[in-house]
């Protein structure tokens, strides 16, 4: 399989041609109409480029419509053939990597080097889907017992800004995988290359099997309260989780929700200190610091905390920020102005002490990385800034680390791997990385659970696609 791979360049990179808003609706394409009440922006420049639009009621009644009629056809295709159109999907998307790599990065403000990699999700997560089909996923077979995962029925999936095809590719390849017919409602902020994806399937899958529709809240109220869908996947915020949650309660719908995390990076009293910086650098700055698995808190010895802050602040300092569809740049800008605003805001009532590391352009949506010292993040604050809380012992450092209602992610860094392990185990999040501080998960084939706040059920490879499912039991009794 290939994919194409964007142009290195040096300079600014070229925009790309922004798509008008369509949706995909029972295999036919639509233009949007619905005002959102705010402009697209070039997070790069703060300037506008075109009006968020979203699907009509109308439009999105239909979508519903045209996924419960086609839910009954794709359960009954068999597994194998699922696999193939999807194994087509994938063939095809990775004609348009480049493409969608491009719009993602334009639209969120994250580099092209680091969206890039992400983009290999897009086309990847139908291919890995195929392959879970094919391996028997869906059927296994215990003593003469056979344990059959058949659909749940139409499904919806809800996909936020700061990765949105990727995360959409995933959830809907997996939904494809396990024979519900999906619905995909992309953010409003950041629409394009999912749009892409839709263009890519409408080609490849039947008529209303995979739909997209288009919206911001109100939208997602409509398609989450709706009886016809059996199974919802949310990523996003604790507030939209929540309501999710509230909307698929009345009827015992399963709701797979991953939302937001408050992080903890402990440093072990022996860490390398350039380790240690290296680690805090990028998981304060990767994808701009809009990622639910962010540097939330900074948790370091006490003794070793002017040395630690200044290794880091160097680091930060270093990045070069700029456009992100320039392969050179390293550091980007938020998504649009809108959520600048609300991260300037959490800043300045975060108390402490903030710390600004680096120089921002004069314009766009840039903040530049931040360390606040003297006080504690509550919550998250999706951008790039953390929280430095120092400890005296080990035992205190774990205190710190499980202090959050939240349990996405955790990270250790540490000169003797098994101590860091050992803390690594006691820590309360559904992964924890040790000397690790990349985007991407331990393995792909472990779950990414989340705890508490951070989310309900696990997302992964297999665990997506069980989700969409429901097990039913067939055997003789008395059986071996």
Request: glycine share 12%; proline share 8%; charged share 20%.
């Amino acid at each position: 399989m290939t994919s194409e791979v964007p142009a290195p360049c040096d300079g600014p990179g070229v925009p790309p041609e922004v798509p008008a808003t369509r949706d995909l609706v029972g295999g036919v394409w639509g233009d949007c109409g619905d005002d959102l009440g705010f402009d697209l922006e070039d997070p790069a420049t703060g300037e506008p480029r075109r009006r968020a639009l979203g699907s009509s009621p109308g439009r999105v009644e239909a979508a519903l419509a045209a996924a419960e009629r086609a839910a009954a056809a794709w359960a009954d295709t068999p597994g194998p053939r699922r696999a193939s159109l999807l194994e087509e999907a994938a063939r095809a998307l990775a004609e348009r990597a480049g493409e969608i790599v491009r719009l993602e990065s334009f639209a969120t403000g994250v580099p092209i080097r680091q969206a890039a990699p992400l983009g290999m999700i897009v086309h990847g997560a139908f291919a890995l889907a195929a392959a879970q089909v094919r391996e028997g996923l869906l059927l296994s077979v215990r003593d003469a017992v056979e344990v059959h995962r058949l659909p749940w029925g139409p499904a919806l999936c809800l996909v936020p800004w700061n990765a949105p095809a990727p995360m959409a590719a995933h959830k809907a390849a997996s939904a494809l995988a396990a024979g519900c017919p999906v619905i995909v409602k992309v953010s409003e902020y950041a629409p394009h290359g999912t749009q892409v994806l839709a263009e890519v399937l409408h080609e490849v899958l039947p008529p209303g099997v995979f739909q997209l529709v288009h919206g911001g809240p109100r939208t997602g109220a409509l398609l989450a309260g709706d009886p016809r869908i059996r199974a919802v996947s949310f990523t996003g915020g604790l507030l939209g989780g929540r309501s999710v949650a509230m909307a698929c309660a009345a009827g015992l719908r399963p709701a797979q929700l991953e939302l937001g995390g408050n992080n903890p990076l402990v440093v072990m009293p022996d860490a390398g200190t350039g380790a240690a910086a290296d680690a805090a650098a990028e998981l304060l700055t990767t994808l701009n610091g809009q990622w639910c698995r962010a540097l939330g808190r900074l948790i370091v010895p006490r003794a070793r905390l002017g040395e630690l802050l200044e290794a880091t602040g160097e680091r930060l300092a270093a990045l070069r920020t700029g456009d992100p569809l320039a392969d050179g740049t390293e550091f980007g800008p938020l998504v649009h102005s809108a959520h600048l605003r609300r991260v300037r805001d959490a800043v300045a009532g975060a108390g402490g002490r903030a710390t600004a590391y680096g120089d921002m352009p004069d314009k766009g949506n840039f903040l530049a990385p931040t360390l606040i010292t003297g006080a504690d993040l509550a919550d998250e604050i999706f951008g790039p800034v953390a929280a430095v809380v120092p400890y005296d012992t080990v035992e205190e450092a774990l205190t710190l680390a499980n202090a959050t209602p939240y349990g996405l992610e955790g990270y250790v860094v540490g000169g003797d791997e098994e101590r860091a392990l050992a803390l690594a185990r006691r820590i309360r999040a559904g992964e924890v990385k040790v000397n690790g501080s990349s985007v991407m998960s331990l393995h792909l084939f472990t779950p990414r659970p989340a705890w508490g706040l951070s989310g309900l059920g696990e997302e992964g490879t297999a665990e997506t696609i069980r989700f969409f499912t429901g097990a039913r039991v067939v055997g003789v009794q008395g059986s071996p």
